[in-house]
């Protein structure tokens, strides 16, 4: 099952290095290609609008800023994406539920899941 992210282009939004560099590490392990990470809202936006992404990991709080603007470009564009947050699926805005969304700290099984989730919609 984890052949069909293989060669997947996601796009990573998420300030902390740690974190972001456990991603990198996991979407790697799964066969995907990794683009960013982004540390900013404005940055995730932007390659949210003009990159060629198959999907995308967001946390919810970056640097103090909340994605939504990155969702909505992501939404806009069709490109599916999971959610990451340390509140779970309760902790977002309604409009926002129903979407894939991990729990930090993950593991690369939930990473997994929710991405194949995420594109099968």
């Known amino acids: 099952m984890a052949e069909d ?3 997947r282009r996601i796009l990573v939004v998420e300030d902390e290095s740690l974190v ?14 990794v683009v960013g990470p982004e540390g900013t809202v404005a ?4 390659t949210a609008r003009s990159a060629e992404i198959d999907a995308a990991l967001l946390d919810v709080n970056v640097a103090g800023e909340l994605v939504f603007p990155v969702a ?7 490109i599916p994406f999971v959610f990451s947050t340390g509140y779970g699926e309760g902790g977002l805005p309604e409009q926002w539920r129903g979407h894939p969304t991990i729990q930090k700290p993950f593991t690369e099984v939930a990473v997994r899941d929710a ?3 995420a594109l099968s919609r």
Do not use: P, S, V, Y
Not at 20 to 33: R, S, V, Y
Not at 43 to 46: L, M, V
Not at 72 to 78: D, M, N, P, S, T
């Open 5 to 7: 992210l293989e060669t």
């Open 72 to 78: 909505e470009a992501l939404k806009g564009r069709g």
């Open 20 to 33: 972001a560099m456990l991603l990198e590490t996991i979407l790697e392990d799964l066969g995907c290609n």
């Open 115 to 117: 991405l194949l989730e």
């Open 43 to 46: 940055a995730g936006a932007d």
